[in-house]
């Protein structure tokens, strides 16, 4: 079973400080991306990687930043965060569709993160 | 995408087989069926895909009409931790994560005991 793992279920951070959301995938997967869920407006795409050291812009990237030093770890940052940011973020993982096999997106947990 | 059209809620007794629908009439010819639920608190789960055959695996299978105007997903003995949001997406293959992932309101199951 493809596992994706995000290091924190719940985060209470301070409008100002930098912020990291892990993230950690164990099946080799060529993508990664990372969303965040706010009720009514569905899943938004933030960043997302096709390589290690490979990084597009998604829908919503202002205000955030990411990084991708190893396959399996695909990193969040707020630079410095704000009370806007309080949702629910979700890292995920699949094949490159090249492979003919549907790719479907693996998502880890989820971490809600709440700005004070 | 195509647009799906679930309905919104569903109930199913415990041990008993749970058979979602979902219309998607306008799907085009590379795209793919994606089922995936979301269970209170948690991240979207991965259930199964399919485009044009029936498809099984450990956790359900798809059955998708010859025209593929519409499908059903089948629990086939539900649990109470089968109570979930369920949401049927139909797109091009999934390396179109690169664009947002709008699931739409689902069908809430609820297994009852």
């Known amino acids: 079973d493809v596992k994706v793992t995000q290091s924190s279920r719940y985060l209470v951070k301070r409008t100002g400080e930098k912020v990291f959301l892990e993230c950690v995938q164990d099946?080799?997967?060529?993508?990664m991306f990372w969303y965040r869920q706010d009720p009514g407006l569905g899943l938004r795409l933030i960043y997302f990687s096709y390589d290690v050291k490979m990084k597009e812009k998604g829908d919503i990237p202002e205000g955030y930043s990411v990084s991708r030093e190893k396959k399996e770890r695909f990193s969040l940052i707020l630079e410095s965060a704000s009370t806007n940011q309080t949702s629910m973020y979700l890292c995920?993982?699949?094949?490159?569709?090249?492979?003919?096999?549907?790719?479907?997106?693996?998502f880890g947990n989820g971490t809600r993160l709440t700005v004070t | 995408d195509a647009k799906t059209t679930q309905p919104p809620s569903m109930d199913c007794a415990e041990g008993r087989a749970a058979n979602l629908p979902c219309n998607h009439s306008t799907i085009s010819g590379n795209e793919y069926v994606y089922w995936y639920r979301q269970i209170h608190s948690q991240g979207p789960q991965y259930i199964i895909h399919?485009?044009?055959n029936n498809e099984t695996n450990e956790m359900a299978s798809l059955i998708i009409t010859e025209d593929r105007k519409s499908s059903t997903l089948i629990l086939p003995h539900a649990t109470l931790r089968d109570t979930a949001v369920y949401y049927c997406i139909a797109r091009t293959r999934m390396d179109t994560g690169r664009r947002a992932l709008t699931f739409g309101s689902g069908t809430r199951l609820q297994v009852q005991p």
């Open positions: 099946m080799d997967h060529e993508n």
């Open positions: 399919g485009l044009k």
């Open positions: 995920a993982s699949s094949s490159p569709a090249g492979t003919g096999q549907g790719s479907p997106l693996h």
